[in-house]
């Protein structure tokens, strides 16, 4: 008998959960239109790359072509590998090369985030392919661009249009280079360059090998919809620990640290909230401050009716 009753328990929760399921939650699975879908202005530009002349170099028919032309599913699992994805990127191919073929070339008059953009770079080619001197002519061109989208005199195609994007100053484009060939990375201001380098080492570290590298034909054009993108968190007394989630953030293109600051609390003759830091957080904050990185972000300690903030290269 009690077997009986227990079944019948069993059958009505698989009834009642069923009937939630299917009747009483909405239709999640139904097929919802990306947030950019129909958008007019993205559509203009997702237009401009279809329509996008590509160079000689970039068809596999060149003579002597190193390019090997990929297919779409192909291009969507390499980009699984980028976070975040570009709002608009189109890769049609891959040039594998030896990694003493590339060259990474910075404008002139470079600025240290964009030096040090460069340096992220080769770092990880030489880390993965023990490849110290890189002077070949598949040249990676990377810098600020002039109000005529050029850099050092080289035009950069869809680099005016920059200028017409949300958070400009963060904007980027990847295209190829027409002669010599290669790629340019090209932003309004070094935030930008340092952004669409990061693309571009995203998409390179999973196919490094020894001694060679698979570069992609690539074109690209992004830009954040929100000018801060970070976390907030109390990261203890430890400086490794605070510059490896630095690093991780800079890796995503992330630019905001906020942390918050679980110390005595007190108050000044004004009712003023403030912060009785001890020598060690004192001294960790100014090693923080210190890292030698150059992209910025926000070290803030929050306390009652007040904001201690500083800025902080990461």
């Keep these: 008998m009690m077997r009986y009753f227990f079944l019948a328990i069993k059958f009505k929760i698989i009834l009642s959960l069923y009937c939630f399921y299917f009747c009483i939650q909405p239709q999640t699975n139904a ?22 002349s590509w160079p000689s ?25 980028v976070t975040p994805l570009p709002k608009l990127i189109k890769i049609t191919g891959q040039a594998e090369l030896q990694a003493a073929d590339i060259s990474v070339q910075l404008r002139v008059n470079a600025t240290d985030t964009e030096k040090q ?28 661009c002039d109000d005529q989208g050029k850099i050092d005199g080289i035009d950069i195609p869809g680099a005016k249009e920059l200028h017409n994007l949300e958070n400009k100053d963060q904007a980027y484009v990847i295209c190829p280079l ?15 360059v340092y952004y669409g380098v990061k693309t571009l080492q995203q998409l390179i570290k999973p196919k490094l090998g020894k001694e060679f590298i698979v570069m992609p034909v690539m074109l690209a054009m992004d830009w954040p919809d929100l000018s801060e993108r970070g976390q907030w968190g109390i990261w203890g007394h430890n400086p490794n ?4 989630i630095v690093e991780y953030m800079a890796d995503r293109k992330m630019n905001l640290m906020e942390v918050h600051y679980p110390g005595t609390l007190s108050f ?7 912060v009785n830091m001890d020598p060690i957080s004192r001294e960790q904050l100014v090693t923080f401050s210190e890292l030698d990185t150059c992209n910025e972000a926000i070290l803030t300690v929050l306390a009652i009716g007040q904001t201690y903030t500083r800025y902080i290269p990461i």
Excluded at 241 to 244: E, G, K
Aim: hydrophobic share 35%; with cysteine; proline share 4%.
């Design 117 to 144: 953009a460069c340096e992220e770079l080769i770092n990880m080619i030489k880390d993965s392919t023990a490849v110290e001197q890189f002077n070949g002519s598949f040249r990676v061109l990377i810098g600020i």
């Design 57 to 81: 170099w970039a068809s596999s028919e060149f003579e002597n072509s190193q390019v090997k032309f990929i297919d779409e599913g192909y291009s969507k699992m390499w980009l699984r590998w």
């Design 31 to 52: 097929s919802q239109p990306y947030p950019h879908d129909n958008d007019p202005f993205i559509m203009k530009y997702e237009q401009w790359i279809e329509d996008y």
């Design 268 to 274: 000044d003759r004004n009712n003023r909230g403030i």
């Design 178 to 192: 027409n002669v010599p060939y290669g790629l340019a990375i090209a932003g309004l201001t070094e935030k930008g």
């Design 241 to 244: 620990l605070m510059t490896r």
